[in-house]
């Protein structure tokens, strides 16, 4: 993957950034510690085991806390904060490609996902207060080609951990919004 090698502490205007981030408690700490990069091959690695562990939560999976979750990404869409190139919730992780709009920061982009959908989401759960979200990250996505890779990486994702024969068939996503 052609990924600017570090991670991006302030954002450009009109930048296009891939995110990923995982439920608290998915994997082991020590797994994440040794993983936690950009680094291609280690990210793929790490992609791979959110994708096939069986234990920790799962909340992705239950329809009502995805879709909370779905709303906090539409939410910043229709705040123009940025445009989505893609997104997929999987059980336990989810990844976004998106363009920030005008001046939007990109900090704050993810604290608005990422606190709209905890606190909707531990409501359900009858966690308030409880974390949701472990650590994320966050590559600059500098070239229109890699760009249109993450694109395709994110909607890919169901296909090849599993759970779906095509990318369209998975309801959770830019893909499978798009079919339906």
């Not at 709303?71 to 997929?88: P, Q």
């Not at 919730?89 to 920061?105: E, F, K």
């Not at 694109?151 to 599993?162: D, L, Q, T």
Request: aromatic fraction near 10%; proline fraction near 4%; glycine fraction near 8%.
């Amino acid at each position: 993957m052609d990924f600017h090698r570090r991670l991006e502490h302030s954002s450009r205007p009109g930048s296009a950034y891939f995110l990923t981030w995982r439920l608290d408690g998915s994997l082991p700490v020590t797994r994440v510690t040794d993983l936690w990069t950009i680094d291609g091959p280690k990210f793929v690695e790490l992609d791979q085991l959110l994708d096939a562990v069986s234990t920790g939560p799962r909340w992705l999976e239950r329809r009502d806390v995805a879709d909370v979750v779905e709303n906090a990404i539409w939410k910043g869409v229709r705040e123009s904060r940025y445009e989505l190139g893609a997104w997929v919730l999987m059980p336990n992780h989810v990844h976004i490609a998106l363009r920030l709009l005008g001046d939007q920061d990109l900090a704050a982009a993810v604290r608005s996902i990422k606190g709209t959908s905890a606190h909707a989401a531990n409501r359900l759960l009858h966690g308030s207060g409880s974390r949701f979200w472990a650590r994320g990250r966050q590559n600059a996505a500098r070239r229109s080609r890699v760009y249109h890779y993450v694109i395709r990486y994110i909607e890919n994702n169901p296909v090849k951990a599993g759970p779906c024969g095509s990318a369209q068939d998975w309801p959770w996503s830019s893909a499978g919004k798009n079919a339906a």
